[in-house]
Antibody, heavy 121, light 106 residues
């Protein structure tokens, strides 16, 4: 059974960099079949896709966050990561990692449980 | 960016009733999916490619539509179906979600 688990600091100061890792178990992320994605949700609000990464390291990101986001993948450790620079209070959210197919898009079919990151001094 | 609008914001129904949720896109979309989210949980994929049920999703959930107008129907609400539902699209390597429809108990 595939499982995804987010980890990282729960509190980040304004202007600093938010860093999260998604550890994947139950299958290898070194696959040509899937992309690995980050999605966030401010408390009590809707979902926002941040970006997706392929095994090769190729990414595609939300245009609104593109300038501040880096998503990377480490196939040897079976995890992928998110870095979001210059954070503000507006970046406070639950951050989810998820998976979607390469090629025909068939939705985000597996999700982590989510990690709350609060931006505050 | 393609904007998704969902209606209604809230749908108040009783168990056993039929729920019809709408998702309208600002442009024609390529792929359309639906998710269910309960408090404290990650979203769960219900429908992908407009009308295909994801693995393990009961037959009372169905999706339909095309181009800019899409519908999620729950034929007969079960107690566990009261939740928030999101539509989501991917077109030209861009992904956006709708704001959600809350289905609550009348």
């Amino acid at each position: 059974q595939l499982q995804l688990q987010e980890s990282g600091p729960g509190l980040v100061k304004p202007s600093e960099t938010l860093s999260l890792t998604c550890s994947v178990s139950g299958d290898s992320i070194n696959t040509n079949s899937y992309y690995w994605a980050w999605i966030r949700q401010p408390p009590g609000r809707g979902l926002e896709w941040i970006g997706s990464v392929f095994r090769s390291g190729n990414t595609y990101n939300s245009p609104s966050l593109q300038s501040r986001v880096t998503i990377s993948i480490d196939t040897s450790s079976n995890h992928f990561s998110l870095r979001l620079r210059s954070v503000t209070a507006a970046d406070t959210a639950f951050y989810y990692c998820a998976r979607h197919r390469f090629g025909d898009f068939r939705g985000f079919d597996y999700w982590g449980q989510g990690a709350l990151v609060t931006v505050s001094s | 960016e393609i904007v998704l609008a969902q209606s209604p914001d809230t749908l108040s129904l009783s168990p056993g009733e039929r729920a019809t949720l709408s998702c309208r896109a600002s442009q024609t979309v390529t792929y359309l999916a639906w998710y269910q989210q309960k408090p404290g949980q990650a979203p769960r994929l219900l429908i992908y490619d407009t009308s295909t049920r994801a693995t393990g999703i009961p037959a009372r959930f169905s999706g339909s539509g095309s181009e800019t107008d899409f519908t999620l129907t729950i034929s007969s609400l079960e107690p566990e179906d009261f939740a928030v539902y999101y539509c989501q699209q991917r077109t030209n390597w861009r992904v956006t979600f709708g704001p959600g429809t809350k289905v609550d108990i009348k």
